[in-house]
T-cell receptor, first 115, second 113 residues
Framework: AQKVTQAQTEISVVEKEDVTLDCVYE???????LFWYKQPPSGELVFLIR??????QNEISGRYSWNFQKSTSSFNFTITASQVVDSAVYFC????????????FGGGTRVLVKP | ETGVTQTPRHLVMGMTNKKSLKCEQH?????MYWYKQSAKKPLELMFV???????ENNSVPSRFSPECPNSSHLFLHLHTLQPEDSALYLC????????????FGQGTRLTVV
């Protein structure tokens, strides 16, 4: 069975600090997909990134970067030079190839960026 | 205009009421989903529709009844709910049901009294 663990429930930082969110997953499928979503106070989940299990290249998008380590089953997310607008709950999620687009979510990490 | 729109945003209902949640997507997607987000559990997948056919019912009680009349609309009919059903109900859509990214609505905050 698939499982996603986000051990950090809440992280508080001061603006301009970097913050790294941990995500550890479990799956028996060899082909799977990992996602990160942001949930601001307005409620909707905003898609940030999707990676497949065969692509371990790290990715950078502006102030966001992701570190996929298959050896440790981790897909960590770093926000560089955090801003107040980054305050939100961030969810890591997994879907298995065989199961189609059924996302299993972690419990989420609330990030609070203080000015 | 947002891609996925849910109405109402907030709903308070009694345990004997019948109500419906509505979701509409303007993205031309073929798959739609209902998720439940409650305070004490991770986001849970409830239902999956692909090309208007239900392809997944994730052991959801029958007091929740989904309906997908076309690829742009998804409903969740509610009846005789319990207080523990109070949660944020999120609708999502994706191009297809094969591991593509899902786009979410803002959710309906449901309170059962």
């Amino acid at each position: 069975a698939q499982k996603v663990t986000q051990a950090q429930t809440e992280i508080s930082v001061v603006e301009k600090e970097d913050v790294t969110l941990d995500c550890v997953y479990e799956t028996r499928d060899t082909t799977y997909y990992l996602f990160w979503y942001k949930q601001p106070p307005s409620g909707e989940l905003v898609f940030l990134i999707r990676r497949n299990s065969f692509d371990e290249q790290n990715e950078i998008s502006g102030r966001y970067s992701w570190n996929f380590q298959k050896s440790t089953s981790s897909f960590n997310f770093t926000i560089t030079a955090s801003q107040v607008v980054d305050s939100a709950v961030y969810f890591c999620a997994l879907s298995e190839q065989a199961a189609g687009n059924k996302l299993t979510f972690g419990g989420g990490t609330r990030v609070l960026v203080k000015p | 205009e947002t891609g996925v729109t849910q109405t109402p945003r907030h709903l308070v209902m009694g345990m004997t009421n019948k109500k419906s949640l509505k979701c509409e997507q303007h993205l031309g997607h073929n798959a739609m989903y209902w998720y439940k987000q409650s305070a004490k559990k991770p986001l849970e997948l409830m239902f999956v529709y692909s090309l208007e056919e239900r392809v997944e019912n994730n052991s959801v009680p029958s007091r929740f009844s989904p309906e997908c009349p076309n690829s742009s609309h998804l409903f969740l009919h509610l009846h005789t709910l319990q207080p523990e059903d109070s949660a944020l109900y999120l609708c999502a859509s994706s191009q297809d049901s094969g591991n593509t990214e899902a786009f979410f609505g803002q959710g309906t905050r449901l309170t059962v009294v």
